[in-house]
């Protein structure tokens, strides 16, 4: 099966650099996604990684090393409307290719 | 573009009883992916259809299950309600089938009580 390992709490500052990590152990590999989700919203889809390396998006990079099942999230210049939870997710293998997330992290941005 | 819909927004029901839930997808998205989403256990997979087929399941009972139809919309039903399946359960869409396609985009859930 699969399983994913991320900080379930992070807090930060305003204007600050934040990282989030995710771990994952799977029985085949087809790309980890991260997404987020305000309080009582709906998850969005924030960045997709299927090769190693950073991918940049704004004020958002997601970042891969398929050697050591591990990948993380790095939000720059940090805003209040950032307080939000974060998921890492991989896909199964099979031809259905479920997603299976992290328990997620909440991020708390301080003025 | 409209985004994912889902109705009833929030639902309260009593143990035994069984809900049924909808989702509309984005226009021109053909899968629909069914998730629970609770504080203990995260966001669990119950199941995706496509073409008004079910392509995948999760590992949840029976009383779980759901249907599509022609115009993609598309339908989970509890039997049987049990305290436990109070949850936010969350549908998203996508063009293709989930597993060929990067990003799914969730609908703003249902908040189901089971009291």
């Known amino acids: 099966g699969q399983s994913l390992e991320q900080p379930s709490e992070v807090t930060a500052v305003e204007g600050a650099i934040v990282q989030i990590n995710c771990t994952y152990q799977?029985?085949?590999?087809?790309?980890l996604s991260w997404y987020q989700q305000h309080d009582g919203g709906a998850p969005t889809f924030l960045s997709y990684?299927?090769?190693?390396g950073l991918e940049e998006t704004g004020r958002f990079s997601s970042f891969l090393s398929r050697s050591d099942s591990y990948g993380y999230l790095l939000l720059q210049e940090l805003q209040m409307k950032d307080s939000a939870s974060y998921f890492c997710?991989?896909?199964?293998?099979?031809?259905?290719?479920?997603?299976?997330f992290g328990s997620g992290t909440q991020l708390t941005v301080l003025p | 573009k409209a985004g994912v819909t889902q109705t009833p927004r929030y639902l309260i029901k009593t143990r035994g009883q069984q809900v049924t839930l909808s989702c509309s997808p984005i226009?021109?998205?053909?899968?629909v992916s069914w998730y629970q989403q609770t504080p203990g256990q995260g966001l669990q997979f119950l199941f995706e259809?496509?073409?008004?087929?079910?392509?995948n399941k999760g590992n949840f009972p029976g009383r779980f299950s759901g249907r599509q139809f022609s115009n993609s919309r598309s339908e989970m039903n509890v039997s049987t309600l049990e305290l436990g399946d109070s949850a936010l359960y969350l549908c998203?869409?996508?063009?293709?089938?989930?597993?060929?396609?990067?990003?799914?985009?969730f609908g703003p859930g249902t908040r189901l009580t089971v009291l």
């Open positions: 998203a869409s996508s063009p293709r089938l989930a597993g060929v396609y990067n990003e799914q985009f």
């Open positions: 799977t029985s085949g590999f087809y790309g």
């Open positions: 990684n299927a090769l190693d």
């Open positions: 997710a991989v896909r199964s293998p099979g031809s259905a290719r479920q997603l299976t």
């Open positions: 226009s021109g998205h053909r899968s």
């Open positions: 259809y496509f073409s008004e087929t079910q392509r």
